[in-house]
């Protein structure tokens, strides 16, 4: 089965122009037949699993199949904490902090890091007091669901609700939907408290995050 460019777009659930770019750079394999590109679906499939690239149409395979408990904290040890983030803009601390993360063998980063930058074209997820919670629309097969989270260098205006400039990330990677809203659900908890915001623009250390973390998981039982 034949497909266009604006087929490989909506499988992927990528702009068509990260596919032209991804054309240009012989990333992902086409042929062209009467001046137009093309795409296999086999070999498309065949290519996307090679590089982890989940397709839209499996999303609920891959929710039914990794439902995971996971607390909060345990999100963010596997996840990472890390100080002095730099970059001047949205797409130059994304851009590093996904250089920064530990992902797994085979997922493709150039392919997590445009799934961010997709998501905040669409809104941007600076929630408001200088706290931003990046992350892509959908979920990316092969991930070990977890939060990386990033102390910036320097705030930087990242077109937050509030219009104030972010200072930390909360970078949210999963491998299923459910997962994803279950951790958005209790970094939310955390986030709503005031105290909370106050203790992140004076926490110095990963320690110092997870314990803080642990004692309000606690409270919320």
């Known amino acids: 089965m034949e497909l266009e460019i604006k087929d490989v777009a909506r499988l992927m659930d990528l702009p068509e122009i990260t596919i032209m770019r991804w054309i240009r750079q012989g990333k992902i394999p086409f042929r062209i037949k009467n001046g137009r590109?093309?795409?296999d679906k086999e070999e498309l499939i065949s290519w996307a699993k090679l590089h982890n690239i989940i397709l839209k149409?499996?999303?609920?395979?891959?929710?039914k199949r990794e439902d995971e408990e996971i607390t909060l904290s345990e999100a963010i040890k596997r996840g990472g904490v890390y100080f002095g983030l730099k970059g001047n803009n949205v797409y130059e601390v994304l851009r590093n902090a996904v250089n920064m993360i530990q992902l797994p063998e085979g997922v493709d980063k150039e392919m997590v890091f445009e799934k961010l930058i997709q998501r905040e074209e669409l809104c941007s997820t600076g929630i408001g007091e200088g706290v931003a919670i990046p992350h892509p629309r959908h979920p990316i097969k092969g991930l070990k669901n977890m939060i990386a989270v990033f102390f910036l260098e320097k705030e930087i205006d990242y077109h937050a609700l509030d219009n104030k400039p972010v200072f930390v990330l909360f970078l949210i990677l999963t491998s299923s939907t459910k997962v994803h809203l279950r951790l958005l659900s209790k970094l939310s908890f955390c986030l709503r408290k005031k105290d909370f915001i106050s203790f992140l623009r004076r926490c110095?250390?990963?320690?110092?995050?997870?314990?803080?973390i642990e004692e309000l998981e606690k409270s919320e039982k």
């Open 37 to 39: 590109y093309v795409f």
């Open 57 to 63: 149409e499996e999303d609920e395979e891959i929710a």
């Open 204 to 212: 110095k250390s990963a320690q110092e995050l997870i314990k803080k």
